[in-house]
């Protein structure tokens, strides 16, 4: 015999006003104005809802691919300018043509990718190309850029590389690594640069890549670690976003054999 069950819909409303006229009667909280700009980082739930004043601006947003490359309100509101934008748009553009040479692989290889520290998103735009799923990472103690990567259609999210890093149920054939092992030296006590590379072998598939670009301190101590780790390590020049030739390691991480 069937049963019957009751079934409720909720259909979320384009404006705020049934939110406002709810606050007015003390139903509900509004949350401060100020916690947008927070990162929600072990921040305690609170008792009260968020208003999104900019959905009107979203929702003029066309959909993607062009909202990759659409300079957005989110962008200078956290202070990139239009100019600084299309030069880092072209910038990490160039960069995956060079990576993917430099790998010898083609395009279909690389299936998960994540950018441990992603600034605004122009690595993964650059990744717009390919089948990819990209994970951008903001991390907790840089820039809060989290706003600025979701306006561009992007997935992101805060972390702290000195702690574990939920990779359920998806591992990465590639991890990228700009400038983000020498931000943590030195950063907390306790957290050494062998505790986030072992959490970088943690996410990444056997066969995965690796591509790092940071200071020469961070590469030879790298060099040092990177057997103990299996990775093979290879090191190449290229050019920096001030046209300057720096040191880019790529290392891949080969299967473990038991002799």
Request: aromatic share 10%; hydrophobic share 40%.
């Amino acid at each position: 015999m069937a049963r019957q069950v009751q079934t409720a819909i909720w259909i979320k409303q384009g404006n705020h006003s049934c939110q406002l006229q709810n606050a007015e009667q003390k139903l509900l909280n509004l949350c401060d104005a100020v916690d947008d700009s927070k990162p929600s980082w072990k921040i305690p739930l609170k008792n009260c809802i968020k208003l999104n004043s900019g959905d009107a601006d979203i929702q003029k947003l066309p959909p993607k691919p062009q909202r990759l490359l659409v300079y957005t309100e989110s962008l200078n509101n956290i202070g990139i300018s239009q100019e600084k934008f299309i030069l880092d748009t072209n910038f990490w553009k160039d960069q995956v043509h060079h990576y993917w040479r430099l790998m010898n692989i083609s395009n279909t290889q690389i299936r998960n990718v994540m950018d441990m520290n992603a600034y605004w998103g122009g690595f993964a735009v650059a990744l717009n190309m390919f089948p990819v799923w990209m994970m951008n990472v903001v991390p907790i103690c840089m820039n809060n850029t989290l706003s600025a990567i979701y306006s561009r259609g992007l997935i992101g999210a805060f972390h702290d590389w000195c702690e574990p890093f939920s990779a359920y149920p998806r591992t990465y054939d590639l991890i990228h690594a700009d400038h983000l092992l020498s931000h943590y030296k030195d950063k907390r006590e306790g957290c050494l640069l062998e505790d986030i590379m072992l959490e970088m072998d943690c996410v990444l598939r056997p066969q995965g890549f690796i591509i790092i670009r940071d200071d020469a301190s961070i590469f030879s101590r790298i060099k040092g670690l990177a057997p103990k780790f299996l990775w093979d390590v290879k090191s190449y020049m290229l050019e920096d976003k001030q046209k300057k030739m720096e040191y880019v390691l790529i290392c891949r991480k080969i299967f473990w054999a038991i002799v």
